[in-house]
């Protein structure tokens, strides 16, 4: 009898570890597939070009007349 328990409780667990290793599997494989997704949707930097340059200088501008809004100088 004690052997009988002593198999179904092996076999058990040998199941639950399979069962086990394969979701591990499948998570880092889905991890994997999300990094993957990422990198394609990341933008790469523009250093350097023209409309870069031409946004920053926009948006110094606007920080300047903030600025003098909150200094209370009229523009």
Known sequence: MISEYLVISAATLAAIAIVAAAMLK??????TLKVREL?????EPESGSG???IEIADLKERIRKLE???AGVDL
């Open 68 to 70: 003098a809004i909150a």
């Open 39 to 43: 990198d394609i949707r990341r933008p």
């Open 26 to 31: 499948g998570w880092q494989g889905w991890l």
């Open 51 to 53: 409309m870069a340059r």
